[in-house]
């Protein structure tokens, strides 16, 4: 069973919008914050966003801020990514994984597949 599940990507126009989801499998983790990630081709893997486990706070990159709301249902078991005003550069795969609050990498080893989000200029 796949632990992290990541969805809602997709090809979209400059200036469009997208929601990405992501499905954690009860009992991967402990009570913890959760972060998007994301890797465009020929790069690192790079912090995009992070809530915190009651979802009350968040953290993003400059490169998105503004743009992108990160948030976490009522379960703490799905995250999701709005992003709003996409640019070419958002195009990357999208990855979710725990994080601790307030770092800007994951500290676990294993990802999901990622959702594929392409930016068309």
């Known amino acids: 069973q796949e632990r992290l599940v990541e969805s809602g990507g997709g090809l979209v126009q400059a200036g469009g919008s997208l929601n990405l989801s992501c499905v954690v499998s009860?009992?991967?983790?402990?009570?913890?914050?959760m972060g998007w990630f994301r890797q465009a081709p020929g790069k690192e893997r790079e912090f995009v966003a992070a809530v915190s486990w009651g979802g009350s706070s968040t953290y993003y990159a400059d490169s998105v801020e503004g743009r992108f709301t990160i948030s976490r249902a009522g379960s703490k078991n799905t995250v999701y990514l709005r992003m709003n005003s996409l640019k070419p550069e958002d195009t990357a795969i999208y990855y979710c994984?725990?994080?601790?609050?307030?770092?800007?990498?994951?500290?676990?080893?294993?990802w999901g597949q990622g959702t594929q989000v392409t930016v068309s200029s």
């Open positions: 994984n725990a994080v601790r609050y307030g770092d800007r990498y994951s500290p676990y080893d294993s």
């Open positions: 009860e009992g991967t983790f402990s009570p913890i914050a």
